[in-house]
């Protein structure tokens, strides 16, 4: 067995599911949410009338392999390339039609919605910096209908950066604190305590 496959076991069977924390009183409080379904974690920002597309809906934005996710590379065989060294990463957007959290929990009643209150400053700025990302991209767009995603080149994917680790980066861009683990596969919201 080689070094390189054996560390990849041992990383494996660290990974785990990590929690995240939300900020105490975050100053004028609004809603985003860590959605969750399958083998896919984002993160769900609220309306911002000052930003582009779609500011009077919840966006959601995730990130993950481009072949895979993207392209619909998804054969078995392509998982290995996905977890064993560096490859093309997706920015992901999506809307669901949904101006306010009630609507938002209708129409994504497929996925696991945890709900965060944060600083309404710091998830327009979020929104707005993801937003110019996927919009300096747009050029090379890939557009799945049947998951209601767009997506765009980003950066690397790898097993030590996936969805969940972006996810965590954005989400504590908003204050919230992120228990590390060598692999993340999922984010836990952990209850808030008055």
Known sequence: MTARVACLIALLLCGCTVTVTPPLNPDDPVEVFVLSEAMH??????????????PDEYV??????????ALTEDSWYN??????WPTD????RRTFGAKN?????LRARWARLQPIMVSRKKASALRRQLQAEFDGARKRV???NEV???FVPSESYSLLNNC???????LHALDCEVSWAPVRYDLEVAPVSN
């Open 41 to 54: 974690t984002g993160v769900v920002l609220p309306p911002d009338p000052g930003a582009s597309g779609h």
């Open 60 to 69: 959601e934005f995730g990130f993950g392999e481009f072949g895979w996710w």
């Open 79 to 84: 998982a290995f390339s996905t977890v064993l």
């Open 89 to 92: 990463g997706a920015l992901g």
């Open 101 to 105: 959290a009630d609507s938002l929990r």
């Open 142 to 144: 890939v557009v799945r």
């Open 148 to 150: 209601g995603f767009k």
């Open 164 to 170: 969940a680790d972006v996810a965590a980066r954005w």
